[in-house]
Nanobody, 115 residues
Framework: VQLQASGGGLVQPGESLTLSCAAS????????MGWYRQARGKQRDLVAT???????NYADSVRGRFTISGDTTKNTIYLQMNSLKSEDTAIYYC??????????WGQGTQVTVSS
């Protein structure tokens, strides 16, 4: 399985950005997909996940500001990020978990929030 993340960039605090993760197969076949991020010098942390059934989960730090969604017709998941803060600056990685338990990672996309 290949995951291609895109949409990162440089934005100012308070602005919005949408990340995309295109999968090489039908995303409905994954048990769960999600976004993780890793700031410089820190560990990789969960941002948001969405299950095959459409259930979502968010890190406390992004709940209410970020929204994860999926489009099975495009084999793509999205992360809509609003009210961005400097502490959201990180490399964002797309993740997919199959029903077998096998896990795949995308290459990461840089998000920088700075004035």
């Amino acid at each position: 399985v290949q995951l291609q993340a895109s949409g990162g960039g440089l934005v100012q605090p308070g602005e919005s950005l949408t990340l995309s993760c295109a999968a090489s197969r039908n995303i409905f076949g994954f048990r769960m997909m999600g976004w993780y991020r890793q700031a410089r010098g820190k560990q990789r942390d969960l941002v948001a996940t969405i299950t095959n059934a459409g259930s979502t989960n968010y890190a406390d730090s992004v709940r209410g500001r970020f929204t994860i969604s999926g489009d099975t017709t495009k084999n793509t998941i999205y992360l809509q990020m609003n009210s961005l803060k400097s502490e959201d600056t990180a490399i964002y990685y797309c993740n997919a978990v199959q029903f077998t338990g096998d896990e795949s990672w995308g290459q990461g996309t840089q998000v920088t929030v700075s004035s």
